[in-house]
Every structure is written in C-alpha cells, then in structure tokens.
C-alpha cells in the first residue's frame, strides 16, 4: 500500500533479531495481506505519527517500559528513557534525557 508502482496483493514485514548486533540469530516473517481494513489502519497511524512529530513530542508512561526492548532495542546506549524518569519524548531527541542518573548519598 502506497507503492502505486507496485501490484502486489500482499507483503511480508520481517523483524530481524540480532546477538551482539553481529549476527542473526532469528528472524519473525509476517505476511499482511492488502485490503481496506488495512489501508485504513496504516493511513490511522501514519496520521497519529505526523501529529506528534507537529507537536515535537511522544508521550508515555514511562513506569509501563517494557524492559526486555531495551535490552534488545539498537539505541539502549544512548536513550536515557530506559530509566522511566521521562514520561515524553521530544523531537528532535533532546541531550537532556543523555545525562546520567543521580543518586544522592550521604557520607558517614
């Protein structure tokens, strides 16, 4: 869907799942047929995207993460939210969420 060129009545969305980044070590195949339903639904999400890019921001729960995506997800070194201290993320991605968290302590 949004390939005029292309006349397909299916596609397939494959999810690659990495060790290390280095290798694969398996893969998901989803086969999604094209129909109405679908085009609504995409054409339903491309729309909600566009808007939070507008408004320069995602919310969330930040106390909802789902901590077994970040251990796989690519960017886990550089995303501060894996911390669920943020509850949005602002677009561009701002060096703010970058810093380190501080734990205040006292010495004896």
Known sequence: MGFNSIRANYGY???W???NYLSIIKCQVHKIAKSDSMKNYLNSLFVQISNKIIQ???EFDGKKLNYNK???CSYR????HKTSEFNEIKIPYSN???GLKRIPFQLA
């Open 56 to 58: 320069g921001k995602f």
């Open 96 to 98: 703010y969420y970058l």
């Open 70 to 72: 970040c251990v796989k």
């Open 13 to 15: 969305l494959v999810y």
């Open 17 to 19: 799942y990495y060790n």
């Open 77 to 80: 070194n550089y995303c501060g």
